[in-house]
């Protein structure tokens, strides 16, 4: 192992190290990537921080709760402050008579109510009943992908749904995800929704990644899309001068609030 990896990067080997084996132990890490115990104990405490792992005598192991898919209505109120923010940050982005498409996000459900309040005439495909039941009386045209209801989140999924988002060529892809990370890409934790994603990045002439802060330097279960495919990077503060200059790299867009 090379002695000039960074720590994101050795972090984001030992979560896949996590999700193959369920468990790790400080000693062998350590040994793999030859660094000091005392290090690799530093990068466990930052991924029990970040709820990916559990620390135990010796190691660690994966945390249970990692690749749960959470209601709709207790995601809602995680961060609720960070993607109103991200949802004034995405005005900019959409124009008057706009097609849109829209995942069941409860950061994309945000940017919707926003867009919805300044924007006019648009057209929104989405799989999200929350989004369709809430926004049925905006004036707006809605679109639903229909599809199978998962009870829990409130959303359509399946080859129906699916196929409604292959017929539409639109302006606009807005949608979420679980985790950032620079060697790990863009990731989530449902299968049925990540699907989705893609194609609706596949049908949208630009492509907005909603995300807040804290999944930055994170990696969820499910591989969603490499940086190439996202224009815009909105989020509610801004990231370091490393993902800064990353995503610049990689001709990614990066807004973000400014406090100044």
Request: aromatic share 6%.
């Amino acid at each position: 192992m090379s002695e000039r990896m960074k720590a994101f990067e050795r972090r984001d080997l030992i979560i896949t190290e996590l999700y193959r084996n369920r468990k790790v132990h400080v000693a062998d890490l350590a040994q793999k990537f030859q660094v000091s115990e005392e290090t690799i104990r530093r990068d466990l405490d930052k991924l029990d921080r970040d709820g990916l792992a559990k620390k135990n005598y010796g190691g660690a192991i994966l945390n249970a709760h990692t690749n749960e898919d959470p209601s709709y209505a207790s995601r809602h109120q995680v961060n609720i402050e960070a993607k109103r923010l991200i949802a004034n940050n995405v005005l900019d982005l959409i124009n008057d008579g706009d097609s849109l498409m829209t995942d069941t996000s409860s950061t994309a459900f945000e940017a919707l109510r926003r867009i919805i309040e300044v924007k006019s005439n648009l057209t929104i495909i989405t799989n999200s009943l929350v989004v369709l039941s809430e926004f049925q009386h905006s004036g707006q045209k809605l679109i639903s992908t229909g599809g199978t209801l998962g009870p829990e989140t409130s959303s359509f999924v399946g080859p129906n749904a699916s196929h409604t988002i292959q017929k539409y060529n639109v302006d606009v892809a807005i949608f979420s995800c679980k985790a950032l990370s620079m060697t790990g890409g863009v990731s989530d934790s449902n299968e049925a929704e990540s699907e989705l994603k893609v194609l609706m990045q596949q049908q949208a002439n630009k492509v907005v990644l909603l995300v807040d802060h804290a999944k930055f330097d994170r990696i969820a279960f499910i591989k969603l899309l490499s940086f190439d495919k996202i224009d815009y990077i909105v989020t509610d503060q801004k990231p370091s001068e490393e993902w800064v200059e990353f995503l610049k790299k990689h001709q990614v867009s990066l807004i973000y609030s400014n406090e100044e």
